[in-house]
């Protein structure tokens, strides 16, 4: 029982880091990466290794998506000549 | 400041304050003397973020 | 003891690939509340988890979950709005089958731990999961009106 | 069972190296490096487990009582963790330094730029 | 070279990497298996020192001086995103307009934030006891202070967090663990070995030697390394704008 649950973290780690690398766009992949946190956390957990579970949950779940964001809209305010959509 | 409000603010923080420190208790699972302590210390911090949060956001 | 990982197996295996799927296909406001769901559906499976282990210290991480998943769920709220505020996502049904798993699992916790400190641990972890989805959800339909920059 | 995490670690590594190397946005590329960190983490904690065991936390638990799992590469992880985010941030950095130097985020762009 | 060619030199060689990285996975002890001799004596070590969480023990006690490298790697980290993102001769900061934000929201957010400060100290002051410790409640924690910028604005936010106060508090911490650690040399002993403090109780607050004491160091740390971090990306997204005439 207890290498099923582990079966299933493992898997939905790899199907979430499959979709974290097929999403293109830096929001989507945003939203993606938090779901991966996640999945990484369970994971963890199951392992029997709460104190990464914790790290995982308190980097994963807002440090990264705040640090990918905000990232990503410095360089959308670029101005409109450089390609990228600029303000909305 | 007038007194009021000087007593208002300390009753904002003591509520937190309490309400912070029952957080803690329910949070450990043993208590002793130093735990208190610690414990205070934390709801005390949380009470004057609390207070200081409130603040920025309704006085402007 | 087995029955508690058999249940989080379930509803992590069944919820969180949901929102995976649901996270990685489809349009930008289907993401965000497959993103919001994922946090408040595995916070009652590492409960169960922790309940199935044996280990009330692995309550923690359900804790922290429950009071950070909705914040990451604010960052995207706040970042996006403008994305999100011509078409702003309304998911009513999922958003409260979630909240309704998430208090029937505390729920059923709490009978099985009884009265002491840990109940009222595992009652502040079932009010945060379900307050903290219900606003996120909130944030994520209207929640930044008159956000635009800044 | 007895490979299959080590494979999947294999896999999510070899994943986000494809994503680094074919990405055409650097804040993407950033993120398929933390994809590549989490195999790592999986592949630390696979290293330390043992069926059957528990955390090696003993607030609730008698020491003695249950087996435990191998904490050593569980502070490795950890550390690793805090670490590796910071670092993901300093990169996120260098983008929007080189986003405000070249005007773009596209790697093939800024080749071009180079000559 | 054009996309296809490079796309073909991707596969290739990640398939070579993908084939070396199975063959190695088969040699490994197989997962689960019963023979974890570092990991047995580092359990070992922990209860003699009286440290109810062993990843704790390991952290700040056995492996303190890795530890420092890792706060190091932590402190260069922030340093460098400070000198990345600072604010350019050629930019001028603007302020943002004051953000309307849903009134539940808005009180979800002060209602939360001391609530997860509280429990990021909780997490802290328990690393030594139960999962958690100063990595793991110092991300919490700063996080919490940053509930203001999603519940209100940005200036809500700069009134709450004084950045100087947290860089100060930054350099403070490391120093903190460099004197922690030197603190026993004058005794005789190595730097860092836990032998300065008496080892007290098992599973209380105050058991574990030094360990709660580098804990609290760390927590206080990486607290101050995020929201210095943050305030850098968050000074550069909302309020540092380009010249126009660039």
């Known amino acids: ?88 | ?60 | ?150 | 069972m007895h490979v299959l995490p080590y494979l999947i670690a294999a896999y999510v590594f070899v994943i986000g190296c494809y994503g680094l190397a074919t990405s055409r946005n650097l804040i993407h590329a950033v993120g398929c490096l933390a994809v590549c960190q989490c195999a790592t983490y999986i592949l630390l904690l696979a290293v330390g487990y043992r069926d059957g065991a528990t955390a090696p936390v003993f607030s609730d638990i008698q020491p003695g009582s249950r087996p435990v799992v191998d904490p050593v590469v569980q502070a490795l992880t950890l550390t690793d963790i805090v670490v590796g985010a910071t670092v993901t941030a300093l990169l996120l950095a260098l983008v929007v330094q080189i986003s405000k130097r070249h005007g773009t985020v596209d790697p093939d762009e800024l080749r071009e730029l180079r000559g | ?246």
């Not at chain 1, 299933?8 to 993606?32: E, H, K, S, Y």
């Not at chain 3, 379930?10 to 993103?35: D, E, M, N, Y």
């Not at chain 3, 208090?103 to 009652?123: E, F, Q």
Request: aromatic letters at 6%; a positive charge; glycine letters at 10%.
């Open chain 3, 1 to 150: 003891m087995n029955g508690w990982i058999l249940a989080a197996a379930v509803v992590i295996a069944a919820g969180l690939g949901t929102s995976l799927w649901g996270v990685s296909t489809g349009p930008l406001k289907r993401r965000v509340v497959a993103q919001n769901l994922s946090n408040a559906i595995v916070c009652p499976g590492l409960l169960l988890l922790a309940q199935g282990y044996g280990r009330t210290s692995y309550v923690d991480l359900a804790l922290i979950l429950a009071l950070l998943g909705p914040v990451g769920t604010l960052v995207f709220a706040r970042l996006l709005a403008g994305e999100l505020a011509d078409d702003p996502p309304s998911a009513r049904v999922p958003t409260w089958t979630v909240a309704a798993v998430g208090a029937a699992v505390v729920l059923v916790l709490c009978a099985v731990t009884g009265p002491g400190r840990a109940m009222v641990k595992l009652l502040v972890v079932g009010a945060l999961v379900v307050g903290g989805n219900l606003i996120a959800s909130r944030a994520l339909s209207h929640g930044f009106p008159g956000v635009d920059r800044g």
């Open chain 5, 1 to 246: 070279m054009n996309p296809r060619a490079r796309l073909w030199l991707v596969v290739l060689g990640g398939a070579g990497l993908a084939a070396l990285l199975a063959a190695a996975c088969l040699r490994l002890p197989r997962f689960g298996g019963g023979h974890h001799p570092y990991g047995d004596r580092a359990v070992h070590a922990a209860l003699t020192r009286h440290t109810a969480n062993t990843i704790a023990s390991v952290n700040f006690d056995q492996r303190a001086f890795d530890t420092m490298g890792e706060m190091a790697i932590l402190f260069a980290a922030v340093l460098g995103c400070v000198v990345l993102l600072r604010q350019a001769r050629d930019e001028h900061r603007a302020r943002p307009r004051p953000a309307e934000v849903a009134p539940p929201v808005r009180r979800y957010a002060l209602v939360a934030l001391p609530v997860a400060l509280v429990t990021g100290l909780y997490v802290i002051a328990h690393g030594q006891l139960s999962p958690g410790g100063g990595f793991q409640g110092g991300v919490v924690a700063a996080t919490a202070v940053h509930l203001m910028y999603l519940g209100a604005d940005y200036a809500a936010l700069e009134r709450v967090r004084p950045v100087e106060a947290f860089e100060a508090g930054d350099a403070l911490a490391a120093s903190v663990y460099l004197v922690l650690g030197l603190a026993g040399v004058p005794a005789g002993t190595a730097f860092l070995a836990n032998t300065l403090l008496p080892y007290g109780t098992f599973d209380k607050l105050s058991s574990g030697g030094t360990v709660p004491l580098l804990n609290a160091a760390i927590g206080m740390e990486v607290a101050c390394a995020v929201v210095v971090l943050l305030a850098r990306f968050l000074d550069q997204a909302v309020e540092i704008e380009e010249e126009s005439g660039k």
């Open chain 1, 1 to 88: 029982m207890a290498d099923a649950v582990v079966v299933i973290a493992l898997l939905l780690v790899a199907g979430a880091a499959t979709a974290a690398v097929v999403n293109r766009d830096p929001v989507r992949q945003a939203l993606v990466l938090s779901v991966l946190g996640t999945a990484l956390a369970v994971l963890f957990t199951v392992d029997q290794a709460p104190d990464v579970g914790l790290s995982q949950l308190a980097v994963g779940s807002a440090l990264t998506p705040l640090l990918i964001m905000l990232a990503v809209r410095k360089v959308r305010r670029r101005p409109a000549e450089s390609g990228e959509d600029g303000e909305k």
């Open chain 2, 1 to 60: 400041m007038k007194a009021p409000a000087t007593l208002l603010a300390v009753g904002e923080v003591l509520a937190w304050w309490a309400a912070l420190l029952v957080l803690w208790l329910t949070l450990i699972s043993t208590v002793h003397t130093l735990e208190w302590v610690v414990g205070a210390c934390a709801a005390g911090v949380g009470a004057l973020a609390a207070r200081a949060g409130r603040r920025a956001v309704s006085d402007r």
